[in-house]
């Protein structure tokens, strides 16, 4: 089995769960993909040499099949892991370092029985819709989608932001805002939500369209379906808006129109105990701790 991993710094409490992950992995015989940066901090982290471990820098090698790519980290590494995967489709575990773990949900209470699980193929596929932006110019090089949202948002506090949104070629609206996002619903709990976007189910065939501190009350979150090609024209005059793909940011410098439509490819997540979103949702969200229930 070829599983690659992707990583970030983590805590010193992590420290006996990551040896005993490489510590499974040897003991199946796993060959061993790592980024050459989280292999540096490992290396200098544990003070150890790992053997049979295979250096990747930003792309995944492509002359051998890789079966899996564990993230570790929080949700963030988990949003880079999956521009790194981008249309190869591997699956990727999550194993959650830091805070939330909205999409990096094995944490240390079931860490040992996840990684056994999956060594041993008991796991299903979760697949999650993508987003695929278009511009003149190319402001995102060679990786034009993301997994939670597109964003459209301000840099300075003294202007709004005036930006026109059309769903094949209908106008919907004018936002005169500090910013739109455009979130899959995947990205539904991420930025969205703090925005006062509503939570859409996973696997929902839609987009979500929420302005940023509109200044028009009249103005909500809306749902569109996915089938739909969207085009964002950006009116402002001010030249200081910031674009965002998940966790890449690009200045806005000529381009005026973006498109954004349903990726041709999706996500796949390792589910290993058939995970009820709502029981995510109840257990990250702290729903039902009301005492009268």
Not at 64 to 72: A, H, Y
Not at 119 to 129: A, E, Q, S, V, W
Not at 157 to 170: G, Q, V, Y
Not at 228 to 245: A, G, R, Y
Request: charged share 20%; net charge neutral; proline share 3%.
């Amino acid at each position: 089995m070829n599983i690659a991993i992707y990583g970030r710094n983590f805590g010193n409490n992590f420290i006996g769960l990551a040896i005993q992950l490489f510590e499974e992995l040897k003991n199946n015989n796993t060959k061993i993909y790592i980024n050459n940066n989280f292999n540096e901090f490992l290396k200098n982290k544990f003070l150890l040499y790992f053997p049979n471990v295979i250096i990747y820098e930003q792309e995944l090698p492509k002359d051998e099949k890789i079966d899996f790519l564990l993230s570790i980290g929080g949700d963030g590494t988990f949003l880079e892991s999956a521009t790194i995967v981008g249309d190869s489709e591997i699956p990727i575990l999550g194993i959650n370092t830091g805070r939330l773990g909205f999409l990096a949900y094995v944490n240390s209470k079931n860490f040992v029985n996840s990684i056994k699980q999956l060594l041993n193929g008991n796991f299903t596929i979760d697949k999650r819709m993508m987003l695929e932006i278009e511009a003149e110019p190319n402001f995102y090089g060679n990786k034009n989608f993301c997994l939670n949202e597109f964003a459209i948002q301000k840099k300075s506090r003294l202007s709004m932001i005036k930006t026109k949104i059309f769903a094949d070629d209908c106008l919907i609206n004018t936002y005169w805002s500090d910013g739109v996002i455009v979130a899959t619903p995947t990205g539904s709990t991420a930025y969205s939500l703090s925005c006062g976007g509503p939570i859409v189910v996973p696997h929902s065939d839609v987009f979500l369209i929420t302005p940023i501190a509109n200044h028009n009350l009249t103005v909500r979150p809306l749902i569109i379906s996915a089938q739909t090609e969207l085009k964002i024209v950006v009116e402002s005059h001010i030249d200081n808006i910031l674009l965002s793909m998940d966790y890449r940011s690009f200045d806005l410098i000529c381009s005026k129109e973006i498109k954004i439509r349903k990726a041709k490819f999706y996500i796949n997540f390792v589910n290993l105990f058939e995970n009820n979103y709502f029981c995510t949702l109840s257990e990250k969200l702290y729903w039902g701790l009301d005492l009268r229930n």
